[in-house]
T-cell receptor, first 113, second 111 residues
Framework: NAGVTQTPKFRVLKTGQSMTLLCAQD?????MYWYRQDPGMGLRLIHY???????AKGEVPDGYNVSRLKKQNFLLGLESAAPSQTSVYFC????????????FGPGTRLTVT | GQQVMQIPQYQHVQEGEDFTTYCNSS?????IQWYKQRPGGHPVFLIQ?????EVKKQKRLTFQFGEAKKNSSLHITATQTTDVGTYFC???????????FGIGTKLQVIP
């Protein structure tokens, strides 16, 4: 099992550009999450999904959109990137709800200039 | 909303010394999880505590959940250089409440 994978690993964007981060999991997990990690801020939940076809807002959703068309994939989109979105993005999944352990992907380091 | 405070934010210890990080919640928790993130890596689940007063051990790591289920601690005995990383608590208030991560404690071990 690959667990949770993320693509790309690194990306540099100019302000105003758009991009999509892809997360895939092969554990048949129901819940999937997108976090951002910034120095001194810990992990902050952007959006999450409780199952195929569902999405919900987390703590810091502004400027991001998500889609979960297939159970194994969770996409995070930035429509118009801003320097404030420079961060490390982690995708995670869990078997069922928030009370279950989360499995994290390796992360995507995004820089917006 | 739920707030989770984790202290200290940074800790430098000599190899062989003990280390403790604390996590405090403003609300009663259903459970608490602990994760470790190595430098340049991703968070990895360590353990989950559910019961009031629960104590669990993993080799040199001891995890405690407070009697009131509002605080938790992770204690490492005789640190080693392999313990270097950031330790996060993740607090869950139950039901469909989201998990809130603490800010993390970054541990440096000086050989």
């Amino acid at each position: 099992n690959a667990g949770v994978t993320q693509t790309p690993k690194f990306r540099v964007l100019k302000t105003g550009q758009s991009m999509t981060l892809l997360c895939a999991q092969d554990m048949n997990h129901e819940y999937m999450y997108w976090y951002r990690q910034d120095p001194g801020m810990g992990l902050r939940l952007i959006h999450y999904s409780v199952g195929e076809g569902t999405t919900a807002k987390g703590e810091v959703p502004d400027g991001y959109n998500v889609s979960r068309l297939k159970k194994q994939n969770f996409l995070l989109g930035l429509e118009s990137a801003a320097p404030s979105q420079t961060s490390v993005y982690f995708c995670a999944s869990s078997r069922q709800g928030f009370a279950y352990e989360q499995y994290f992907g390796p992360g995507t380091r995004l820089t917006v200039t | 909303g739920q707030q989770v405070m984790q202290i200290p934010q940074y800790q430098h210890v000599q190899e062989g010394e003990d280390f403790t990080t604390y996590c405090n919640s403003s609300t009663t928790l259903s459970n608490i999880q602990w994760y470790k993130q190595r430098p340049g890596g991703h968070p990895v689940f360590l353990i989950q505590l559910v019961k009031s007063g629960e104590v669990k051990k993993q080799k040199r790591l001891t995890f405690q959940f407070g009697e009131a289920k509002k605080n938790s601690s992770l204690h490492i005995t005789a640190t080693q250089t392999t313990d270097v990383g950031t330790y996060f608590c993740a607090a869950n208030s139950g039901g469909y409440q989201k998990v809130t991560f603490g800010i993390g404690t970054k541990l440096q071990v000086i050989p």
